[in-house]
């Protein structure tokens, strides 16, 4: 008998603990989560839209370097244009007779 009426007390208590913990301690690290997730996402966020605008300038400005590369090659193609030699210029081949 003594040992269960001490099993029961035992059993009493961690239940009451459980009771505590979950009204109490639980809210209390739920907000302490909530307060280091907050202060880290203050700390990450200017950093990583940081570095998205940098690499978003990086790229415009080598869209930029390509557009006007192109165009340069257009105007020199433009001016230069190939001539296609002339039909009776090119070898002929022989007429098969039947």
């Known amino acids: ?7 029961s007390s035992i059993s ?5 603990v459980r009771l505590f913990l979950s ?24 950093k ?12 415009l400005h080598g869209a930029q370097a390509s557009a006007i590369t192109a165009t340069s090659l257009a105007a020199t193609a433009n001016v230069h244009s190939l001539a296609l030699p002339d039909a009776s210029d090119m070898p002929q081949a022989p007429q098969i007779r039947e």
């Open 1 to 7: 008998m003594h040992f269960a009426a001490y099993h």
């Open 12 to 16: 009493r208590m961690v239940s009451t």
């Open 23 to 46: 009204l109490y301690a639980m809210p209390i690290f739920s907000a302490i989560g909530l307060g280091i997730t907050i202060v880290v996402l203050q700390i990450m966020v200017p």
């Open 48 to 59: 990583v839209f940081s570095e998205l605008e940098t690499t978003a300038i990086l790229f």
